[in-house]
T-cell receptor
Framework: DTGVSQDPRHKITKRGQNVTFRCDPI?????LYWYRQTLGQGPEFLTY????????KSRLLSDRFSAERPKGSFSTLEIQRTEQGDSAMYLC?????????FGPGTRLTVT | AQTVTQSQPEMSVQEAETVTLSCTYD???????LFWYKQPPSRQMILVIR??????QNATENRFSVNFQKAAKSFSLKISDSQLGDAAMYFC?????????????FGKGTKLSVIP
């Protein structure tokens, strides 16, 4: 078990472009979470999957954001028409019970 | 909605000494979970310790222990015999125990520096 992995680790994009991030959870974990962390802040919840079903979405998740978890394995988070305010660290976590295990994050910079 | 407050943006401690990081939270629920996470510079967040609200006994993990005061809605983290590797951002987090409520609510964090 190598833990939660995320790809890419860093992404620089121009405003208006689309970006997609991938998260591979710990293999036996059925729950997967996405959080966003901006500088000087704690992570903020974006969305949550149980297996392939997206069960909870934060109001932070505007309609430019979409997340999927096909077949209940890896997950992708896509941001369309990126804005400078989207610059942040995007964290993925997975769990099978009460404790969430975090990946290293994808740092997005929108120029 | 639940909120988590960490009132100390930065703390420092001498190596081998003890330091306490503060956390308060606001909730109307009676059963929930509380966590302390550590985020070293440029490294991923790792769980330090957890506490279930229904347990009166304070959780302990090696050099890390908590002081959980349910009535006061306080959840502080004590680090004993501080080591250089303890330097990191520390986040306090809350999670409801209700079915389907799995999201973590985090505080803004406390940056801990360890002085050799």
């Amino acid at each position: 078990d190598t833990g939660v992995s995320q790809d890419p680790r860093h992404k620089i994009t121009k405003r208006g472009q689309n970006v997609t991030f991938r998260c591979d959870p710990i293999s036996e974990h059925n729950r997967l979470y996405w959080y966003r962390q901006t500088l000087g802040q704690g992570p903020e919840f974006l969305t949550y999957f149980q297996n392939e079903a997206q069960l909870e979405k934060s109001r932070l998740l505007s309609d430019r954001f979409s997340a999927e978890r096909p077949k209940g394995s890896f997950s992708t988070l896509e941001i369309q028409r990126t804005e400078q305010g989207d610059s942040a660290m995007y964290l993925c976590a997975s769990s099978d019970r009460d404790e969430q295990y975090f990946g290293p994050g994808t740092r997005l910079t929108v120029t | 909605a639940q909120t988590v407050t960490q009132s100390q943006p930065e703390m420092s401690v001498q190596e081998a000494e003890t330091v306490t990081l503060s956390c308060t939270y606001d909730t109307s629920e009676s059963d929930y979970y509380l966590f302390w996470y550590k985020q070293p510079p440029s490294r991923q967040m790792i769980l330090v310790i957890r506490q279930e609200a229904y347990k009166q006994q304070n959780a302990t993990e090696n050099r890390f222990s908590v002081n959980f005061q349910k009535a006061a809605k306080s959840f502080s983290l004590k680090i004993s015999d501080s080591q250089l590797g303890d330097a990191a951002m520390y986040f306090c987090a809350y999670r409801s125990s209700g079915a389907g409520s799995y999201q973590l609510t985090f505080g803004k964090g406390t940056k801990l520096s360890v002085i050799p």
